[in-house]
């Protein structure tokens, strides 16, 4: 008969349409129960994981034909900087050229110390060539220390410092270390005191 045909065929095609919907909606559900495994939300701390104890990091935009240099000294140090790469205390992990040589366009330098001596610390800045377009060069400098009991090093200052002309040298931090690895409450200032040497 024709017309039970027609009855057998419409629900032949209910059955399958809400097989389909079924198949559907259960793919969806598993999906949003695992989207908060996929990409779980990012958690906020000062802390940073690294291999050294004073860390002093500089950043100036990138992408741009322009050297600054970091320079620290630690308590009873010589300075360490681009000439002098290593100290008792601190050691320049990165001397960033600009964009010469640098494949990455990332402009930073980062300096490391190993162990945390108490005593006075000394962060400059040396602005050692820029292209006249880029001047006045925005640096932004950021000091973390990690104590001994501790697996992360949390940051304790960051600045911004404007140099505007070639050759400036510019004390961005000085501070103090107690003898448990912490800073000491007042100890921060920026007198300058300079660390590279003249000779470059």
């Not at 205390?89 to 040589?101: E, P, S, V």
């Not at 330098?109 to 292209?131: F, K, Q, T």
């Amino acid at each position: 008969m024709p017309g039970l045909d027609l009855i057998d065929q419409d629900e032949g095609d209910t059955v399958f349409r809400d097989v389909i919907f079924l198949a559907l909606a259960g793919f969806v559900a598993i999906v949003l129960l695992l989207l908060p495994f996929i990409n779980p939300e990012a958690k906020e701390n000062s802390e940073v994981n690294s291999p050294g104890n004073v860390i002093a990091e500089v950043r100036w935009p990138d992408n741009t034909n322009t050297d600054v240099d970091l320079w620290v000294a630690g308590p009873g140090d010589r300075p360490v900087g681009y000439s002098n790469k290593s100290g008792k205390i601190f050691n320049l992990l990165r001397d960033d050229l600009g964009t010469k040589g640098d494949i990455t366009g990332l402009n930073y330098e980062v300096s490391y110390s190993r162990g945390v001596p108490s005593g006075e610390y000394v962060i400059n800045l040396h602005l050692y060539r820029s292209a006249q377009e880029f001047l006045p060069v925005s640096v932004t400098v950021a000091i973390s220390i990690k104590t001994p009991e501790a697996n992360r090093a949390k940051h304790i200052l960051s600045k911004e410092v404007e140099m505007g002309q070639i050759g400036d040298e510019v004390t961005v931090f000085r501070f103090h270390i107690d003898d448990n690895g912490r800073l000491v409450d007042g100890s921060v200032h920026d007198l300058p005191r300079p660390l590279r040497s003249t000779k470059g």
